[in-house]
């Protein structure tokens, strides 16, 4: 008898009685499909996030905040230093590692108007030349601020992909005038600003509550003379070279702005995108853990549900092994065919988990998305290596599990095999 032989006798039982069958892989299928489920769930969620780290600007950079108040001595001690355009220039200038600074400074919800009377409420983004290039936002026509405009506080400003589209229609902006006014400061005359460029959509940010394609790029200078009168900056993003040491690079930074500030550094704040990613990777390691052991435990449980049941197929077929004997049959061909009944099992139970799985993370994908509205699609990631470790260990429990009742039906007696009643 060969090994094809032996597996097709093995199968052939499971076809039979499909009902005890099914309910034997049930176990391992609800084991499978649950790890599978969350697994590809947990990558597509760590896939938002990194995704949404590249979208500003990606990993290599941190972002220094104002602290505006701190505790001291019981009592709540409010800051007076703060950001400046000049702190930007002196830690490119100074820190070898650092490719370049986005000082920032924003304002929600202002009026925008062309000549036509269009209006609509935009995000102004107050930023330097090289904004775009560190938050890798695409042209889509025309150009980005220069330097010169920075220096010379043009009033000139470059839209996002939404906002242009609600002032201008279809048309090519390039060219066109608009008027821009703070909400706060109602009673001021609005700013003309000539729109230079039209930024390629870029999508709402998880980071942020806004989305950058409602945005209108002035230079910084021309917000703090014409808008806005403030001199400071809130925030700065700083982009360092791939490879290098984080925590030198913030103490470099750290020791320039105390210079700059009378040896002040209570006010300074800083946020580091990376270690939340790596955050997010350890806690997905550690519900990988948790629900691989749940899952051990209930394929534990499944496992010896199929060794009880193979046993009592050995018991339904002791007659049959005893005739199989008398005509030749060897002890290796029965331990196969019982062998294979278990790993027929496991492995079915196995694949229908991994399909099942796969569905169920589809749907509670869909279900998230509608549920909590942060994301427009939540991917689900199911690597090769995940589907070929439940292959292999579906394997690995019919093995564990089919030996023994294949090695008692191996070791049945012709004689006494035949003498069974049924």
């Avoid at 938050?135 to 026509?141: G, I, V």
Wanted: hydrophobic share 45%.
């Amino acid at each position: 008898m060969n090994i094809l032989e032996a597996i097709t006798t093995g199968v052939k039982p499971l076809v039979q009685n499909r009902l005890r069958a099914g309910l034997s892989i049930l176990g391992i299928f609800i084991g499978v499909a649950g790890v599978l489920c969350m697994i590809a769930i947990g990558d597509g969620g760590k896939k938002i996030i990194a995704e949404d780290i590249e979208k500003l600007g990606g990993a290599n950079q941190f972002t220094l905040y104002t602290r505006t108040s701190i505790l001291k001595r019981g009592r709540l001690r409010r800051t007076t230093e703060r950001y400046t355009l000049e702190d930007a220039y002196a830690i490119e200038a100074e820190c070898p590692e650092v490719l370049y600074v986005l000082p920032n400074h924003e304002s929600f919800e202002n009026f925008v108007t062309t000549r036509h009377g269009t209006q609509a409420r935009a995000l102004i983004e107050a930023v330097t030349a090289n904004y775009a290039r560190g938050m890798n936002w695409e042209l889509q026509t025309g150009r980005f601020l220069t330097e010169n405009d920075i220096e010379t506080a043009a009033q000139v400003c470059v839209l996002g992909a939404e906002v242009a589209i609600e002032l201008f229609g279809e048309a090519v902006p390039l060219g066109e005038e608009i008027k821009v006014r703070y909400y706060r400061y109602w009673r001021q005359k609005p700013v003309r600003m000539r729109v230079v460029g039209v930024m390629k959509p870029k999508g709402r940010s998880l980071t942020w509550e806004y989305s950058l394609d409602d945005a209108v790029c002035v230079p910084l200078t021309t917000d703090q003379q014409r808008l806005s009168g403030i001199r400071y900056v809130d925030y700065m993003i700083v982009f360092f070279q791939k490879g290098a040491n984080i925590n030198s690079i913030i103490a470099s930074v750290k020791d320039i702005l105390r210079k700059r500030h009378r040896g002040q550094d209570d006010f300074i704040e800083y946020y580091i995108p990376k270690l939340t990613f790596g955050r997010l990777e350890h806690i997905q390691r550690v519900i990988k853990i948790t629900l691989g052991s749940i899952a051990g435990f209930s394929l534990f449980v499944s496992g010896i549900g199929i060794m009880n049941i193979c046993l009592v197929s050995v018991g339904e077929k002791t007659r049959e092994i005893g005739l199989r004997k008398s005509v030749g049959a060897k002890r290796i061909d029965v331990f196969y065919q019982f062998l294979t009944e278990a790993i027929c099992l496991c492995l079915c139970g196995g694949v229908l988990g991994i399909a099942g799985g796969w569905g169920a993370a589809h749907g509670m994908a869909w279900l998230a998305v509608r549920i909590v509205p942060v994301v427009d699609a939540w991917p689900v990631v199911l690597s090769l290596p995940w589907i070929l470790t439940s292959v292999i260990f579906s394997i690995v429990m019919g093995v564990g599990f089919g030996v023994y009742p294949a090695m008692r039906a191996a070791r049945l007696s012709p004689i006494d095999a035949l003498r069974t009643e049924n």
